[in-house]
Nanobody, 123 residues
Framework: VQLQASGGGLVQAGESLKLSCVASGHPLSSYGMGWFRQAPGKEREFVATIAWSGTMKNYIDSVRGRFSISRDNAKNTLYLQMNHLKPEDSAVYYC?????????????????WGQGTQVTVSS
């Protein structure tokens, strides 16, 4: 499967962005999906995950209540709605697909990665 992330940009603190990740080559419904992010000089960290059917979701504590992960398997698209953005949310955001893990929280759970989309939040 190939993943293409988009929707990043430059926003002010408190504003919102919605990221999208389109899958091609294989149905999105076959995969557990996740979002990760990587800020300059930091490790890539887990942000959110959603199971194949969309019924199970999990978030890193720092985004819970502000971010919402969703998927539309009919459109082969994964989303991340990000509200009340903070400067510390600034990073390159990556979508990832897992053949093995329905809602993994670690990089090793995922088999395929998108190219990343930059999110910058100014204070």
């Amino acid at each position: 499967v190939q993943l293409q992330a988009s929707g990043g940009g430059l926003v002010q603190a408190g504003e919102s962005l919605k990221l999208s990740c389109v899958a091609s080559g294989h149905p999105l419904s076959s995969y557990g999906m996740g979002w990760f992010r990587q800020a300059p000089g930091k490790e890539r960290e887990f942000v959110a995950t959603i199971a194949w059917s969309g019924t199970m979701k999990n978030y890193i504590d720092s985004v819970r209540g502000r971010f919402s992960i969703s998927r539309d398997n009919a459109k082969n698209t994964l989303y991340l709605q990000m509200n009340h953005l903070k400067p510390e949310d600034s990073a390159v955001y990556y979508c990832a697909a897992s053949e093995r893990s329905p809602y993994g929280r670690t990089r090793s759970d995922y088999d395929y990665w998108g190219q990343g989309t930059q999110v910058t939040v100014s204070s």
